[in-house]
């Protein structure tokens, strides 16, 4: 078919949207306006798909669900931020209970603007710009060795007095880098060399300079996104098991001699938050403990809104990874059940309209950008039970951090440009 | 192959869906749901164990009573200074907060500055402090936070409670002390400590993780509930008048190892008096005697030293009235006499026979009264205290009338008295069999060992009828408000021997007390029976090289129809005497003479003590001379005139003080004669006859207790030290002692 050379063509830049064209031109499936089954013609949306390759594009406008759910996630999640963080930031930001909530509303803020700003970037500008976005992400996180350490852990790289998470941005790249390869590669998925050694690459260069921060949960996410990516890409399923495998054989190998090192000290405890033997098991042990007293002092219906008390220094940082567990204090099992129904809402709705975007590449960056909001919410949760290691995976929208709330909302803005395209009834 | 491509990426990016959704967010919502519903309980209890902090809110130690509801033993709060170093943010602030509570609570300044270096909310910097040093610190604390800008958190009080005890020694082995925390270690205080202690109250208060009260309401406050306080049988004036005559004996006699004075009521065995004389500051109860301590010190051996050193403060803290045993000695023949006449075996036209010693298989035992008494009435032979008559009396009884009368009176167990350390008897053997030599021995009281209490217990039976009454030291609990919680009422534990035994008992002893070996004991006014006892120890406890002898009298009054029974005993006096009529007796007759009319003991005086009595003096100031002369004439007495003047400015003794029929008042008319005065003399060493001529040339006036009614009787000791300057008229007590008694 005619449009297959498009892909394999050496010209990137226009690759993703001359498909696109070029599908039209062969009279394959149309984009079908207002969710109507395909075949109904629409003039205007040819119209639109042939004014679409600049830098912005507004198309068929964005998925409202999709950024109501964000909107309301972002809402409730500073609300609950701001709960968690009152009486720490009273004891430790010098009395000024609102510290964590003023510049979580600022970040909250300038990050929705920036997500609107993203939503109209033409999201294929990313497909042209992958490799850079890798480069780009390696020496962020070269960078990052080089800054001062923070108790031997590297990082932040400081601009002017705030920090950046670079990793944060490293797994937005890599969603992208590994997009552009599974569209550029479409074809030759099943080829080792195509799917498996770029992705590989891709995972084993990120991880080795986190390794050194070190940012170990980071890896797992790192791990688990080329994974999803190469899957969504349509690497043959054989490959999966090889590489679960190696993956398995490679923990064995760290674990036994411990290279694990920091994060071994925080496994040391893990599930054994409530069963400590030695002080020293209780020390480390102390802020899981504490999640664990938040979670079921909640109960079915928590202690209320604002009423937790374990907030009160007991667990340390409750605005950061372990917001959620305040979460679950204050407003019980059925409240927290109902914030995660809202995220696999997200997640769900996420997918559906990448699985509805016009190219490839689209579908590709939706799922992998919602897939990576779902692994994150799932594994912080994971921690804060004490069902996986403490290792620092923070909360979506919750968790204060002007960096991943930055990216998240930019990433967020990413899959609202990528539904302008979804063929769809829009709402 | 597009399409192929397509319909992968479709599944597969739904299996992903599904898998995020399912495996994902399903193991999510299950951990949540286990650990909130499931494991719910058990986490919020953990959590809330380490939110709440329970602090204890000290109750107060409840009031120890005298019978007066005079304070014994009482709690006042004192205050604990607390630093929390947290809130002092640099050295200088350090330095500030160190010099200011050194100064004030006398603690080294640099001691408080090392202290202060502690990132702690909690660190003790004095305990039991008054109440005016707490105005300081609170003071200070102002000054702190507004001359300093020093957060005052940094310095906190916590309520105590000190136990003080306004008599010092007085029955200080009875009340007993408390430790550092409050809790009773030693007599009342140890054996009611769960009544006294209360409950002590919590205040349950959310904190955060720093130990500060978190904002919302989360207290909850139960408060202390007070300690119960006792009222006590013992009677604070009975229990000085006690302790003053024995603390005297005792130094007069060179009492080794301290005395022992009880005092009970007869019927209903509440202890009015119960001293140790010898002891301790319930105030600083861990302080020795300074020449003990001191020879303490010598030790070289630190374990030895502080071995030495309990040894010495536990024979302080004794409360020899319970836990020393003794061989109750000639006091005992009250009980023989007892049982030998309750089983008929002897009466009072019974006789016995003693040549100065007795004969039982083989062994000889002599009498006090070497050349013997010869042939003697029952009466006389109790009244003599002749060893020989209670031989022949006691193989009468036999060892096993002998071992059920013991047991009958309480002497084989514990009284059960109400107080700590109370010993058992020792006798010869545990089921009372014993041989004949013991049973003669034991029928004068020798050879097994009692309590004083269980022989006062035993006396207060003859002397109320025949019945053994459960004595006890507290009388009623009151709750914190002052009401009656609960009142010790009278246990007649058994009757030990009829009325009509008793009665014959008494009424010997009576006799005894006027005339007989007792007669030391007599108190004028009151018909008092008793029995003296004199009982070696068979070890030599003070290395003199002589055997230690405890001299004890144990009587009561009035003889019928008694009121209380008093018991003194010294244990080895190293003076000159150690007959319990010479050392013992006198006292019983000192404490009894004061007693007696405390307690408003009605008087029954013999014709002849009428004619000497005592009468209370008049007023005759104001009157003119002449006046005045005649009617302190017209009541027995006879005057004597200082100055010029013709109407009398002032007397002496003074209206309603008591002097001997016949004494003399001396009236003044003039300011400047009123101040003259007179020295006492030494009026010790005199008959009767001697000292009240004496006291008429001396112009001073006598009152006599003791031996009076014997003509042989020699005053030993009088209230006023010879060399005194006093008015003339003043009245001088003085005890006789009636020489010839050897028992």
């Known amino acids: 078919m005619k449009h297959t050379s498009f892909l394999s063509a050496k010209s990137d ?138 108790t031997g852990i590297r990082r932040w790289i400081y601009l002017g007095s705030t920090p950046f998470q670079v990793s944060e941005l490293s797994k937005f790249c890599v969603i992208v880098f590994m997009a552009y390869i599974a569209t550029k590669n479409a074809d030759k998925m099943k080829y080792i060399k195509y799917s498996f050694l770029p992705g590989a690459a891709v995972f084993v260069g990120t991880a080795a300079l986190l390794l050194a921060e070190p940012h170990y949960s980071c890896i797992v996410i790192m791990f688990f996104l080329v994974l999803i990516m190469l899957y969504l890409g349509g690497m043959p399923g054989k490959y999966f098991l090889v590489i679960f495998g190696g993956a398995a054989v490679a923990f064995l190998i760290a674990w036994s001699t411990g290279i694990l090192g920091y994060a071994m000290t925080r496994m040391d405890g893990w599930g054994q938050a409530l069963i400590y033997t030695t002080d020293e098991m209780w020390q480390t042990t102390w802020q899981t403990r504490n999640s664990l007293y938040a979670i079921g002092s909640g109960g079915l219906t928590g202690l209320g809104l604002g009423n937790s008390r374990q907030k009160y220094l007991y667990l340390p940082e409750p605005q950061n990874d372990f917001v959620f567990a305040i979460v679950c204090e204050e407003l019980g099992f059925i409240g927290a059940v109902a914030i995660l129904a809202l995220f696999a809402l997200l997640v769900w709705r996420g997918i559906y309209v990448s699985q509805r975007a016009g190219t490839t590449f689209g579908k590709l960056l939706g799922c992998g950008i919602s897939a990576q909001l779902g692994l994150q919410v799932i594994l912080n949760i994971l921690v804060i039970t004490d069902w996986l290691p403490n290792t620092g995976i923070s909360l979506p929208f919750f968790s204060y951090g002007g960096t991943s709330l930055w990216m998240m909302l930019i990433q967020m803005g990413v899959v609202l440009a990528v539904s302008r395209t979804s063929k769809m009834e829009k709402i | 192959m597009a399409k192929g491509k397509k319909q992968t990426f479709k599944s597969r990016s739904n299996v992903l869906l599904a898998i995020i959704l399912i495996l994902g967010f399903g193991a999510a919502v299950c951990r949540l749901g286990y650990l909130q519903i499931f494991q719910a309980n058990e986490l919020q209890q953990s959590a809330v164990n380490q939110q709440l902090t329970d602090t204890t809110l000290s109750a107060k130690r409840g009031t120890i009573y005298d019978a007066n509801k005079k304070v014994l033993a009482i709690s006042a709060s004192v205050w604990r200074v607390v630093l929390a170093p947290v809130y002092l943010e640099d050295d200088t602030q350090r330095r500030i907060v160190a010099d200011g509570l050194s100064e004030i609570v006398d603690v080294d300044r640099e001691t408080i500055f090392e202290k202060s270096q502690q990132n702690s909310y909690y660190v003790e910097i004095k305990r039991q402090v008054e109440s005016d040093v707490r105005e300081k610190v609170l003071e200070f604390m102002d000054k702190l936070e507004n001359e300093h800008d020093i957060n005052s958190q940094c310095i906190f009080m916590i309520e105590d409670y000190k136990r003080y005890y306004p008599y010092g020694d007085l029955a200080a082995s009875v009340i007993g002390f408390t430790g550092s925390d409050d809790q009773g270690l030693w007599g009342i205080e140890y054996q009611y400590d769960e009544a006294l202690t209360g409950t002590p109250g919590r205040l349950v208060t959310a904190t955060n993780a720093h130990g500060t009260a978190m904002p919302f309401q989360y207290s909850q406050n139960i408060e202390a509930q007070d300690g119960n306080s006792l009222v006590l049988t013992i009677d604070e004036t009975i229990q000085q008048i006690a302790e003053k005559y024995m603390a005297q004996a005792i130094e007069e006699h060179a009492v080794y190892n301290r005395g022992v004075c009880i005092i009970m009521d007869v019927n209903t065995g509440a202890v009015k008096c119960m001293a140790s004389v010898g002891g301790f500051d319930l105030n600083d109860p861990f302080t020795l005697p300074e020449e003990l301590e001191k020879e303490i010190d010598t030790i070289a051996d630190d374990t030895e030293r502080s071995q030495a050193y309990n040894e010495a403060l536990g024979k302080l803290w004794r409360n020899k009235a319970l836990s020393d045993t003794y061989y109750p000695g000639s006091v005992f023949k009250m009980f023989t006499a007892a049982m030998a006449v309750e089983e008929g075996l002897v009466n009072e036209e019974s006789t016995f026979y003693c040549d100065g010693s007795y004969t039982v298989t083989g062994q000889t035992m002599g009498c006090h009264l070497r050349s013997g008494h010869g042939t003697q009435s029952f009466r006389d032979s109790i009244k003599n205290s002749c060893n020989p008559a209670f031989m022949q009396i006691g193989e009468k009884v036999g060892a096993k009338l002998f071992w059920q009368y013991y047991q009958a009176f309480g002497f084989s167990e514990p009284t059960g008295i109400d107080l700590p350390g109370e010993a058992g008897d020792i006798f010869f053997s545990e089921d009372g069999t014993m041989l004949p030599v013991n049973l003669a021995t034991a029928s004068f009281g020798q050879n097994f060992a009692v309590t004083p209490i269980q022989v006062a217990t035993a006396v207060c039976a003859i002397a109320n009828g025949g019945y053994i009454v459960q004595p006890h030291v507290v009388s009623h609990i009151l709750d914190e408000d002052g009401n009656v919680v609960s009142t010790t009422s009278t246990e007649v534990k058994r009757q030990a021997i009829s009325s009509e035994t008793a009665a014959l008992i008494s009424d010997i002893l009576e006799e005894n007390a006027v005339s007989g070996s007792g007669k030391n004991g007599y108190v004028a006014g009151y018909r008092v029976a008793g029995k003296t006892g004199t009982s070696e120890k068979k070890n030599d406890s003070n290395g003199d090289g002589i055997d230690d002898y405890i001299a004890s009298f144990c009587g009561f009054a009035p003889a019928e129809n008694a009121e209380v029974v008093c018991l003194v005993f010294f244990d080895t006096p190293t003076g000159a005497a150690y007959y319990g009529s010479q050392v013992a007796a006198p006292v019983y007759a000192q404490i009894m003479s004061e007693v007696l009319p405390y307690l408003q003991v009605a008087t029954q005086y013999t014709e002849d003590e009428l004619a000497a009595m005592d009468k209370t003096a008049g007023t005759y100031v104001g009157m003119s001379l002449s006046e005045a002369q005649a009617s302190a004439e017209a009541e027995g007495f006879t005057t004597s005139v200082k100055g010029d003047g013709d109407v009398v400015l002032a007397q002496v003794p003074g209206a309603g003080t008591s002097i001997p029929r016949g004494g003399n008042v001396v009236l003044y008319t003039d300011e400047s004669s009123a101040s003259s005065q007179v020295e006492v003399p030494d009026l010790t060493g005199y008959s009767i006859y001697d000292v009240n001529y004496l006291a008429s040339v001396y112009d001073i006036n006598i009152s006599m207790t003791g031996a009076t009614t014997s003509a042989m009787s020699v005053s030993t000791s009088q209230s006023i030290p010879a060399g005194t300057l006093v008015s003339p008229g003043t009245v001088v007590k003085i005890t006789f002692t009636a020489g010839g008694v050897s028992d």
Do not use: C, W
């Open chain 1, 13 to 150: 830049l226009e690759s993703p949207l001359l498909r696109y064209s070029g599908a039209q031109a062969a009279g394959g499936r149309r984009p079908a306006p207002a969710g109507r089954s395909s075949g109904t013609k629409s003039g205007g949306n040819r119209r639109q798909s042939r004014k679409a390759p600049g830098l912005f594009y507004s198309g068929l406008g964005i998925d409202m669900p999709f950024l109501i759910m964000v909107l309301v996630l972002l809402v409730i999640g500073i609300l609950m931020m701001f709960s968690a963080s009152y009486p720490v930031a009273y004891a430790e930001e010098d009395g000024d209970s609102y510290y964590y909530l003023k510049r979580q509303l600022l970040f909250a803020v300038t990050g929705v603007a920036l997500m609107i700003f993203t939503s109209f970037i033409n999201y294929h500008t990313y497909y042209r710009f992958a490799k850079i976005l890798l480069a780009i992400s390696f020496i962020g996180l070269i960078l990052v060795l080089l800054m001062p350490s923070s």
